[in-house]
């Protein structure tokens, strides 16, 4: 935790002042500030906005700083996309604190302060991504705050033996229990989500789940996982990502459901993806349901798109949700940021005392301006750490 004055930022669209951060907190935002005792940054006259919080990535599957990645396999079967991705890191022998190291301060550079990472376990990987992502976490403590998520990627019931492992990875440190389309992937909703929340209960920790499956199918899983949340009283606890069944045309059906995810204050976690039905911003809103954003995977065998910017990524939530007012880009941007914190059950993120010391120093003329241009970032800052400067992390990258 450490100390720092930036002189001379405009905070959000607001008047120029300084910000002082001390023992790692925002200490006080005023024109003027006098600290002779900290190291000084000058701002410019650019713009401070909160440091941006990526809720949904894998830190342990990008192929960054690898030949760029000729993918056959396309995006019609989930199984096939999950096969071909376990065979591929068995045979490049891609390790997993290398390549989030790669994918993390290549996060940082554009801003991110704070990041979930999903990380597969299976029974031919076992814990291997997971002490690679832990031992980056550690590495990088100062540098950006890396929570972790033991994610069955290659199936749960499916595959004798994944349950063991994630009792293993939760002992070992995850953060979280991950799961995956209870219905889709394993066959087998019952098993799959009495398995996780045995073991979210076992060791006292929430859980992220993945669920893609769309439509009513999709609705019946979450039925399933709100009445597991609910019987355990794992209200706040539950985290469902994805969740492109709730993008489905039925608004009575959709409504309902929310109502009912408000109500156990399950946080949604989406990429804002223009390739699937989406749950929509202004629809949750509505709900007070608590939303963060991702990139998700970034240039992996899944798909060659994405890199690490979450400014960016603030621009597709407001793009898939039409977000054009400016006070609904800023709305997108939260989400990229102090709201993101919130659903990740965090200290928000914002620029107000009392609040983590984490900024970035933007060039652009609005905030609005700079989300829809991923503006450049001038600085960098976390917990009072400067950890990027002009697009290039302090750290550098193996
Ligand atoms: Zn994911």
Known sequence: MSNLLIKNARILDGDAADILIRNGAIAKIAPGIAAPDVATEDAGGSIAIPGLVDAHTHLDK????????????????????????????TRLGLDPH???????????????????????????????ALEGVLETAER????????????????????????????????????????????????????????????????????DIHLHERGELGMFSMEMILDRAEALGMKGLVTISHAFCLGMPDHLRVEA??????????????????SSPAPMVKQL?????????????????????????????????????????????????????GGGAEAMAKPRRALEVGAPGDL?????????????????????VKGGHVTARDGRTLVGAP
Request: aromatic share 4%; with cysteine; proline share 3%.
């Open 62 to 89: 990008s192929l960054l700083g690898w030949p760029w990645y000729k993918n056959d396999v396309g995006g019609a079967s989930l199984t096939a996309m999950i096969e071909n991705e376990r065979n591929m890191k």
């Open 98 to 128: 290398v390549q989030s190291m790669r994918h993390a301060l290549k996060s940082v550079a554009f801003g991110a302060t704070l990041i979930r990472s999903h990380v597969d376990i299976d029974t031919e990987g076992r814990l291997r």
């Open 140 to 207: 990088l403590a100062d540098v950006v705050e890396i929570e972790t998520v033991a994610f069955p990627q290659s199936g749960l019931m499916i595959r004798e033996g994944t349950v063991e492992l994630m009792d293993q990875a939760l002992a070992m440190g995850a953060d979280l229990v991950g799961g995956l389309d209870p219905c889709g992937v394993d066959r087998d909703p019952k098993g799959h989500l009495d398995a996780i929340f045995g073991l979210a209960e076992k060791h006292g920790k929430g859980i």
């Open 257 to 274: 459901m929310l109502a009912r995810l408000a109500a156990l204050d399950v946080r949604i976690m989406t990429t804002a993806p223009t």
């Open 285 to 337: 809103d509505a709900h007070g349901i608590k939303i963060g954003a991702g990139n998700d995977g970034i240039q992996d065998t899944w798909g060659p798109y994405g890199n690490g910017d979450m400014l960016e990524r603030a621009k597709f939530v407001g793009l898939r949700n039409n977000l054009r007012m400016d006070v609904e880009v800023k709305r997108a941007l939260d989400i990229c940021t």
């Open 360 to 380: 970035v120093l933007v060039d652009g003329e609005t905030v609005v301006q700079a989300v829809v241009t991923h503006a450049p970032r001038r600085l960098v």
